[in-house]
């Protein structure tokens, strides 16, 4: 009973505790329901506020930002305008900038092409003064071989001239034999003639001199052919002594001039801002300044030597003093000028002094000095006519004339180019006319005016101050000439030699100083020949322009073949 009791007792603890629990749980599901509810609600009210909360903010930021936004957009555009301007700027700079470098690239083409032409021609002249060179030697041994024949026919000639006095004593005794055979045949006359002895001496006389007449005639030819000869191996003995005291090369072919840098900076300060520094240089010096990729180096192209001296002398100065723009250029181009005037002045000056001449006038002097800024046909005109004076000088010594009047002469034969402005008269009568006007005497006037024959030679002066300017002008390598010109020259000459009849074949050898002309020999006379040479020569020299002179050589020849089999 008790057990039942202890065991009902469990139950009802378990079911009270079983109760208890399940009442616990329903109330604690409650009042969470009641809890989550609340905090579902109160999550919802907050959640509303912040939602409003959060627009607002949101509507606040946007404006805000709109504004931000329109003002750096604002600001933008600005930017962009600028941008653009600027833009436009660097086009119109860089269409400039293509267009000059355009410019300046045909500019360097074409010089470049003239400079390798150049070249072209230099090697070209070398080549051919390297052939005029050996005829030059040859000619030189053929001169020492003539000297020594002319040594042998001297000795001759004096061994003639001892039998000739010889030959005059014994006709000096002969002729005292016949004076007295003339008196015993003047008493025979008398007495046979019945003559009277003025009447036979008048007779013998008429005789005797028309005896001595003919004799005096063949002696006079005989006289003159030798006073020929002699003149001609006298002239050539002076020209060839001339030509030998005084033999030097004096040619120059330069066209352009190169000024160093000390560092590649100084070629953009010389182009300056768009090229405004170069242009203004080429415009105040008149050269062509050739910045390119050479390293230290800026070219200045002129065909004018004193030019391009004042543009040298410039641009030295520019590049050491640093300070490059157009107000320098001109002041600097100026001071140049200036200075290589009175260089000139005194180069002058020092060249009167060396060839000891005197009382020459200042303008002339400044005209001798200019000339080392001139060049002809390649030779540097005032060591051409300094050679021309000391040829003039040692040429009118060996012929016994005044030297310092031919050093003068031939110092101002050549001073009408540095004073030719145009071409409309030639430079021997300008410089004659300048030479009158600083009263220069007669004698020099003729001889500048007249080395080209343009004028009357009217003294010895002229022609000595002629055949030196052809001396020092002729000499291989004193002049360089183009190849176009050369060849052209040469085809003048066979041309004016085929234009007449009978001409079957003409050659210009020996660098143009001899032509030689094959006739028909049906055609042409071996009379004719020295005619036709005559006519060819002249023509030649009337019809062309060269340097020293040509020989024409015209060759007639029959030839008969067999065959024998």
């Known amino acids: 009973m008790d057990g039942m009791q202890a065991v009902l007792l469990l139950i009802v603890c378990v079911l009270a505790l079983g109760i208890g629990v399940a009442l616990t749980w329903w109330i604690l599901t409650v009042h969470s329901h009641g809890v989550l509810r609340r905090a579902r609600e109160e999550a919802t009210a907050i959640l509303a506020l ?51 470098n355009d410019r300046n690239r045909k500019k360097l083409n074409n010089r470049h092409r003239r400079l390798n032409k150049k070249q072209e021609l230099l090697n070209e002249g070398t080549q051919i003064i390297e052939i005029l060179q050996t005829e030059s030697d040859k000619a030189l041994r053929d001169s020492e071989r003539l000297s020594k024949h002319l040594e042998k026919i001297l000795n001759t000639a004096s061994k003639k001239l001892s039998s000739i006095d010889a030959q005059k004593h014994d006709l000096d005794s002969k002729q005292s ?63 060839l002594t001339t030509m030998q005291r005084l033999a030097s090369e004096e040619a120059e072919s330069n066209s352009v001039s190169v000024a160093t840098i000390p560092s590649e900076d100084v070629k953009g300060r010389v182009i300056g801002r768009e090229g405004r520094n170069i ?9 062509d300044l050739l910045v390119d990729d050479t390293p230290g180096a800026i070219v200045i192209s002129s065909f004018d030597p004193y030019r391009r001296e004042i543009a040298l002398r410039a641009l030295n100065k520019l590049i050491q003093d640093g300070r490059i723009h157009p107000g320098t250029i001109e002041r600097f181009v100026a001071n140049a000028e200036k200075n290589l005037k009175s ?88 410089g004659m006319d300048y030479c009158k006007r600083f009263k220069e005497s007669l004698d020099i006037c003729n001889a500048v005016g007249s080395h080209h024959d343009e004028i009357e030679m009217t003294s010895l002066y002229a022609p000595i101050v002629q055949i030196c300017d052809a001396i020092s002008g002729a000499r291989p390598g004193a002049r360089n000439i183009r190849r176009d010109e050369y060849i052209e020259r040469l085809q003048d000459m066979e041309a004016i030699a085929m234009s007449f009849d009978g001409v079957t074949l003409a050659y210009a050898i020996q660098g143009g100083r001899e032509l030689r002309v094959i006739v028909e020999y049906g055609k042409v006379s071996d009379v004719g020949t020295r005619e036709l040479a005559v006519n060819i020569s002249s023509r030649i020299q009337n019809e062309l322009t060269y340097p020293g002179q040509v020989d024409v050589t015209v060759i007639r020849e029959l030839r008969k073949t067999s065959t024998a089999k």
Do not use: P, W
Request: glycine fraction near 4%.
């Open 343 to 430: 260089e000139i002045r005194h180069l002058g000056e020092r060249t009167l002094l060396d060839l000891k001449l005197r009382g020459m006038h200042k303008e002339l002097v400044s005209i001798v000095g200019k000339m080392k800024y001139r060049t002809s046909y390649g030779q540097n005109l005032l060591s051409h006519s300094i050679q021309v004076a000391r040829l003039c000088s040692i040429m009118a010594s060996e012929m016994g004339l005044n030297t310092q009047i031919a050093r003068r002469a031939g110092l101002l034969h050549d001073i009408g180019k540095v004073l030719q402005e145009s071409f409309d008269r030639s430079h021997a009568l300008v």
């Open 50 to 100: 912040a939602e409003q909360e959060s627009i607002v903010l949101k509507e606040e930021v946007i404006r805000n930002e709109t504004a931000t936004f329109d003002a750096q957009r604002a600001q933008l555009s600005s930017e962009r305008a600028t941008l653009e301007r600027d833009r436009e700027s660097l086009e119109q700079l860089k269409r400039r900038s293509r267009q000059k």
């Open 177 to 239: 034999r016949l004076e007295s055979l003339i008196q015993d045949r003047l008493r025979k006359l008398e007495i046979i003639s019945d003559l009277t002895q003025d009447e036979a001496r008048q007779h013998l006389r008429e005789e005797l001199l028309e005896k001595a007449q003919e004799d005096i005639a063949l002696e006079l030819i005989e006289l003159q052919d030798q006073a020929d000869i002699t003149a001609r191996d006298h002239a050539h003995n002076i020209v």
């Open 279 to 287: 242009q203004a240089f080429e415009a105040a010096t008149g050269v």
